[in-house]
Structures are given as C-alpha cells and as structure tokens.
C-alpha cells in the first residue's frame, strides 16, 4: 500500500510540474506577446516586429501572432513581408474578416497586377474539388473510409443475411475512397512539389538564366506572388502562369511554408 | 488453417525485411571538405553527399565547437548515361549521378588545429554518422601597405536612442582576384537592430557578397591615403541599440587572392566586371593570373550605449533621441458639422525618427478622433542619419461652435547639450459651423416610447487602411508533422482495418462452416462434450464409486470419439482401436485404449476392486489417450 502511494504521488508530482512548465512556458510567450503588442502601439513597429518573430522561431504558431507580424511589417513599409505574413496566418485563422481586408487592402495597393493561371474547366471542376477540404482532412477522410469498408465487408462476412448489402454499401464506399484518396495524394504532392512564395523586395528581375549575365525577362514588385519550382543558390527558379516564369535570387522571394 | 495463415505472414514479413535490405543497400552518404588549411577569417565548405534517396530533406548539422556553421544550399548531380556497344550490340549502359550535394559553410573561430567529432546527421529518417577530420587554421598574413581594411564608427558612446553609423573601407592599389570579407556582428548582434542607411538614388552602387551570401550596396572609388593612391570599397551600417550597455564587436575578416603576376597578358580596369556571375573573372582577370592569398581583420571596437538621464525628465518625454524641430499644423480652421480636421505634426531632424512616438494629444469633447497615420521620410547627409517623421490625425466635430485644440507638446533629449527640450505648439482655435443640408425630421409621436422617424446618413468610408493588431495570441499550435507525413502512423492508419477485416473473414466463415458442416460442428464439439463425463468421473474418483469411474470413463471415451468421427454413439468403443492405429495412434497407445476398456468391463459387470491408484492411473490414461487423439484427429 505504501508503495502504491509513493509511486501515485511520484506521478502526480510529475504531473504537476509538467503542467507548470508548460504554463510557465505559455506564460513567457504571453509576455511576450503582450509587450510586442506594446511596441507596436508606441510605434516601434521594428521592435514589436522582432518580438513576433522570436516568438514564431520559439515555435510558438498562431494566427494572430502572424497577423500582427503582417501589420507590423505593413507599417514598416514592406508590403513583401506584410503579405508573406497574411497568407501564412491563413492557415490558422482562414475564416478572419479583419485578415481577408487587410490582405484585400494590401493587394489594391500593388503595382502591378498578379497574373492568374488559366485553367481548363476540367482543370478547375478537380481544383476547386482537391481545395475543398486541407490535405489533413483528406486523409482523415480516406483513413475514416476505409475503416467504414473494412467494418462492413466485416460485418458481411459474419452476418449471412447482410452479405448483399455489405457488398453494395462497400462498393460504392470504395469509389469514394478512391476519390478522397487521390485528393489527399493529389493535394499532399502539390503541396510538398510547388511552394508558394512572396516577393519581398521592392522590385526583383526575373531572369531566364541563373546568372547575372541572363536576360531580364520581366519584373516582379513587392507583394507578388509566385510559385517556386526549385531553388539553387543564390537563384530559385518561380513561375508566375503557363509563359511567366524564369530565375530569380532567392533574396528576393521568400516562401509561404 | 492457423498454420499456413501463419506461414503467409511469416513469408510477408521476411519479402518486406529483403526489400528493406536491398533499398537500404542503395542509399549512399558520403562527406568531402573543401580544403584542411585555411586562415583565419576563411571558411572551409562541408558537403554532404546523398544518392540513392529521392528527394532528401536537407540535413541539420549540431553544433560545432569552434566552428560558425551556415548552410550554403544544395546541388543536384545531374545524371549521366554510358553506353558500350561492342561489334553493334549494346553491353553494358550505365546510369550515374544523380546525387544530392548539401553544401555547410564553417567558419573557423580561432586559430590552431581544431577537430570536426564525427556528427550525427538524420535524412530521411535514417541515422548516419559522418567521420572525424581536422581543419588547420592558420593566423593571418603579414601586414601590407597595399591592402588594408578600416571600420570606422562615427561615434563610440552614444545615449540609447541614438544610432551609430559604421563605416566599412576596404583599400587596395594591387590586383585582386579573389575575396571574402565576413563581418561576425552584420546579422546576429545582441541588443542592435542592424540596418541599412538610405540609398542616394543618384548613385550608382555595386553588389559586393559578405558573410558568404549576403549582398551589400557598396561604392568603388578613389582615394589618396598617406600620399599613395587606392581603389577604395566602402559601404555602411547604422546599428541602432536596443538596450544599454557596453558591446564589444569582433574584428571584421578580410581574406583574398592578390595577384602577383600573369601568364598571358590581358589587364583591363580593375573594376570592369565587378560582379561577373563567373567569380574565377570577379575583377575582370582570367584564370591566368598567378596568385598569392593574403588575409587581415580590423580591431576590434567597443561601443557604449548609455541610459538618457532620469533627472529633470518632462512628463512628456517618449523616447525621442536627438536633434529636432517640431511643427503642428491644423487644416482647416473654419469648417462645417461632419467635415474632417486634419492634423498634422511634424518632427525632423537627425536621431532615432523611426522610433519616435506620437506626441500626446488630449482628447477634445464633441470631436471624433481617428487612429493615426505616420510616414518616415529618412535622408542621410556626410554620415548623418537624418529625416522626417510625420503624424497625421483626423479629427471630425459632431457639433457646431468655437472649439480650441489644446497645447500639444513633444519633449525630446539632446545628447550634443546632454539636456531634455521641450517644444510646445498651440492652442489652436477652430470654428465650427452648422451642416448646410439640415436633417429632414418628421416627428410621428412624441411619447416617452414612442418612435421617432430620422431619415439617416449613408455610412460613409472616409479612409481605407489595415485593421488593428489582434490583442489576443489565439490558439497556439505546435509545430508538429501532419500524421500522413508519418510513414510507420499512416500505415497504422490503413493497416488495422485490414487486420481486423481478416479476423471478421475467418470468424464469419468458421461460424458459417459451424452451421453447415455437421461433421465439423461436432468435431469442435467433441472435446467439450468428453470433458463433462470425464468431470463427473473425477468426482466419482473422489467418492471412491469405482463402477461409476468407470462407467463416465468410458462414455466420456466414446462420446469424444462419436463427435469427433461423427458416427452414432453405440458405434464406437474398443473395435476403433485398429482405426485409430491406422490414423497416427502409437502401439502402445493403442494398448492402453484396449485394455482401458478391458478394465472398464471388468469392474462394471463383475463389481471388481481396484486399487486407489490404479483409478488414478487409469483417469490420467484416458486423459492422455483424449488429448493425444485431439492433436491426430483434426
């Protein structure tokens, strides 16, 4: 009995301190937090700029934080960063009104417009489908779909009487399955072979070649986004559309994610 | 049927062990140091090397004692293919490279012999280890006269809320052909915001690469230093302090290749092709000249940053460090209801603009105030960080009359007198007239409940700008992998359904061959049944009712073998012995079954006795006799 209790209170006390590490730790990060928000209010945007990414280099992810960073940025003057910031808040906090209109805001002010991929209708019927849900919740589809197959061809196999309708029920749920399936794939590949990047330099030349010595083919300002293919120091080879695309130093493009 | 499903997943398990083996097999990691020699303030390049893997996560190196460690980026092998036809038959086509090149800059720290340990690396999930070497790191070259760098800092104490402007000159009046500069304080400075003064748009710069892959706005120019003539690099710094404090900056390295002479002649200006992407041609030479490597480093510096005094400090001081001058101006001072004022403040002059704080306004009654908007306009004059800071502030009357805006004061602190200044602007009057369109009213009922009907003014956006900062952090979400980015997790994922569907088979078939195959539903039976004579004879043991023994005995015998060879219970008995010899029964077995019978008989039809032990013996005859036909009647 004694030794019951002994190991009971080991553990609780385990429990304890780990709870108040973790507050302890929480509680730094609110501080933090609060005295970035501090700088910002007194116009240090430099200052509460720095703190939001020690925070974010700590590991400490929200949508806020990155939002803040956005503004902090914005009213430093570098929209680059400002939106780099937004899009990377959208992950967390995709449904914010206050995110959308400043992203809005930022993007009226650019100077050049974004072009825009084009897309065959069956193209954009897969997309706008594959976008639907993130690419977690696609595998959590699959991962629930196929259980519900198995669980049912289970279940037809011990229940005689529910044979037929086992069959049924789990063909169709395996085209399901294989759709969602393809979706996750099809979205985790896109995710992990195109990264979306911004421009956060004030102008940036895209080249054709990697080198100095390459042809400008067009100009790139601030705040413009591009999907990057590959980098190879101190280039990163963005493509814009199916005819924009080209080589551009990696200073000058920062990636999403 | 347990066994063979048994051996398949045995067999599966070793397909997949060989598979692993043989993919293992071609994963190859290897490292190569660029150089084993190098002076102080050079870097030695690490590669690491990775073929066989597709798409390699970049790997993270530890810590290196004595060593800066950054990474430079990756390279990919292209592939090459051979092909060997002999007498117009293809023999042999060979497929290589395609490997991965990860390229880590270390930057000595001291001079010495000093040793790389062997470091762990992880790719892919898989751990390697790379081997131990050693870097020679020589002490810097003799000075020259023809080759120097200065860093000149235009003050060394500063009160905090002051910049310091760093001025990097790099002189030379020899050929250069290669170079490297690192400045160990340009990124990572505790306590210092590093930043870059305001470029003249009138000028023309050059891109010069530090600290490896860092670019800088720099200018080539000439000048005489102690009655020689240089070529002269320069760039700056302003280095704004956080906090107060005295900070010592390391010296800023410099190592290059000067060029003592040639093997063909083809000399152009120094600076003809500054920044070729080719870097052999960084000065516009070939890779003809002959070189000798030279290296130095500044002194170091020592920068003291102090606290602004705390006595005689005015109320209103905010932080603003340096020489200013403040204007307000208020536009229009005669206005209607609804009309905006515009406020405007001004502070220029030469100090910490960035970083200067909205003066304090107070709030007036019957105004509705807006949150304001700041510009930074920064200039830089002879080394002097100077510029403009300017807040604008909206400002709209609800009511009409004679309004006065109060006395708005901005306090700063002067390091050149060592003393606070305080400069005071207003009041200003405003006059505020009626709205010229008067709000239509039509009074409906005039009850202490009742409604009023007021037509209203469409909202009207006045100003468009980003929203306020969230005060909350939010949810905070750790930085952890997605479970689909967990191989071992994801095939978690999908393969326990499959085990539990290939558990749902085989009980949904054993219960359907229960149901259909009389045999086999009383073969499974047969055991159970046996067991409750043979219970019930260890009872009769136990009473010591001999003839009762034996007569559960054997019906437990013979109900086992009816059940289990699925015939008629008066059928079986001691005539199965030959049977069951001929389905794997021992001789001897056999003759315990015969005479176990034998006995049976005796003792139930002639009432004789038998021994205490001999019972026993023949209860654990019968047992043994029951399990062993269990394992050969299957």
């Known amino acids: 009995m004694k030794y019951v209790i002994r190991i009971t209170a080991i553990i609780a006390a385990c429990i304890f301190y780990g709870a108040f590490f973790c507050h302890a730790e929480t509680s730094v990060s609110y501080d933090i937090f609060f005295k970035a928000n501090r700088l910002y209010d007194d116009g240090d945007f430099a200052g509460a700029a720095k703190l939001y990414e020690e925070l974010i280099s700590k590991g400490v992810l929200s949508g806020n934080i990155y939002y803040n960073l956005g503004n902090a940025y914005y009213k430093m003057g570098k929209t680059g960063k400002a939106l780099l910031n937004y899009e990377r808040a959208k992950k967390f906090i995709p449904d914010s009104e206050e995110l959308s209109a400043n992203v809005s805001f930022i993007k009226s002010t650019l100077d050049v417009e974004q072009p825009e991929e084009t897309y065959s209708i069956y193209q954009k019927i897969w997309r706008s489908i594959r976008g639907a849900v993130s690419v977690s919740a696609w595998f959590i589809i699959s991962a629930v779909l196929f259980f519900s197959i198995c669980l049912i061809l289970g279940i037809g196999f011990i229940n005689y009487h529910f044979r037929p309708k086992s069959h049924l029920i789990s063909g169709t749920l395996t085209l399901i399955f294989i759709l969602s399936f393809i979706c996750f794939f099809d979205a985790y590949n896109s995710g992990k072979n195109f990264k979306e990047g911004i421009i956060i330099l004030p102008e940036a030349d895209v080249r054709y070649s990697p080198s100095y010595s390459g042809v400008v083919a067009f100009k790139l300002s601030e705040g413009m986004r591009a999907q990057i293919i590959r980098g190879q120091d101190p280039w990163t080879h963005i493509r814009l559309s199916k005819e924009k695309s080209g080589w551009v130093e990696s200073e000058a493009i920062e990636a999403i994610w | ?378 200039t830089q004059e002879n080394g002097q960080v100077r510029g403009e800071k300017i807040f604008e502030k909206v400002l709209i009357p609800r009511s009409p009359g004679d309004y006065k805006i109060p006395e708005i004061t901005f306090a700063f602190f002067n390091p050149a007198t060592g003393r606070y200044q305080t400069e005071v602007r207003g009041p200003f009057s405003i006059h505020v007239d009626k709205a010229e369109k008067e709000e239509e009213v039509t009074v409906i009922a005039i009850t202490p409940e009742g409604p009023e009907d007021r037509p209203r003014r469409e909202l009207k956006v006045l100003k468009k700008g980003i929203h306020y900062i969230m005060t909350d952090i939010g949810k905070i979400v750790s930085p952890k992998k997605p479970i689909y980015e967990n191989i071992v997790l994801s095939l978690l994922v999908f393969l326990t359904p499959v085990i539990m569907l290939v558990g749902m088979f085989v009980f949904g078939r054993r219960r359907e061959r229960l149901n259909t195959d009389i045999a086999f539903a009383r073969s499974r039976q047969a055991f159970k049944s046996s067991r409750i004579f043979i219970k019930q004879a260890e009872l009769a043991l136990k009473n010591g009712q001999t003839r009762e023994f034996y007569d559960l005995l054997i019906k437990g015998i013979n109900t086992y073998l009816a059940e289990k060879l699925n015939r008629q219970l008066g059928s079986v008995g001691v005539t199965l012995a030959e049977e069951l010899r001929g389905k794997g029964l021992k001789e001897k077995e056999c003759e315990e079954f015969t005479s176990l019978y034998e006995k049976a008989n005796e003792v139930i039809f002639s009432s004789l006795n038998v021994e205490s032990e001999k019972l026993k013996k023949d209860f654990k005859t019968a047992n043994e006799l029951i399990t062993r036909l269990e394992r050969i009647l299957r």
């Open chain 2, 1 to 378: 049927m347990w066994k063979r499903i048994g051996s398949f997943l045995i067999l599966g398990v070793f397909l997949i062990c060989c598979a692993a083996v043989t993919f293992a097999r071609e994963a190859e990691v290897s490292i190569s140091v660029s150089q084993k020699e190098v002076l102080l303030g050079d870097s030695v390049i690490l590669t690491i090397t990775v073929k066989g893997i597709p798409n390699p996560e970049t790997p993270e190196l530890p810590d290196i004692p004595g060593f800066d460690v950054k990474f430079r980026g990756f390279r990919q092998e292209s592939f090459s293919s051979m092909t060997i036809i002999v007498n117009g038959r293809q023999v042999k086509n060979e497929r290589t490279g395609g490997g991965y090149n990860f390229d880590f800059e270390l930057i000595p720290q001291s001079t010495g012999v000093l040793t790389v340990p062997p470091l762990p690396i992880v790719i892919n999930g898989t751990k390697y280890t790379t081997q131990a070497f050693q870097v020679n790191v020589l002490d810097q070259s003799e000075k020259r006269e023809d080759i120097f760098i200065d860093v000149h800092f235009d003050k060394t104490k500063a009160y905090l809320g002051e910049k310091f402007l760093a001025t990097f000159k790099w002189y030379f009046s020899k050929d250069i052909a290669n170079y490297r500069i690192n400045i160990p304080w340009l990124e990572n400075i505790k306590d210092f915001l590093v930043t870059d003064p305001e470029l003249d748009k009138d000028r023309s710069y050059q891109r010069l690469i530090v600290n490896g892959d860092k670019q800088i706005a720099a200018i080539k120019s000439r000048e005489f230093y102690k009655g020689q003539e240089y070529m002269v690099v320069s760039f700056q710094k302003v280095l704004t302090p956080l906090a107060a404090g005295i900070y010592r900056l390391e010296p800023v390295f410099l190592k290059c290749d000067v060029i003592t002479g040639y093997r063909r002649s083809r000399r152009g200006s120094l600076f003809d092709s500054f920044f070729d992407s080719d870097f052999e041609d960084f000065f516009g030479f070939g890779r003809d000249a002959v070189t000798e490597p030279f290296a130095t480093r500044s002194n170091e510096i020592a920068l003291t940053v102090n606290e602004v005094p705390g006595q005689d400090k005015p109320v209103e001081y905010n932080g603003a460090v340096g020489r200013f001058t403040f204007d307000v101006d208020v536009k229009p001072r005669s206005l209607k209801v609804g009309e905006p004022i515009t406020l405007t403040m001004k502070v220029a002059g030469s100090g910490n603009i960035e970083q200067l704080q909205l003066p304090h306004i107070p709030d007036i009654e019957s105004f509705k105030s807006y949150e304001p908007e700041s510009k930074v306009n920064i």
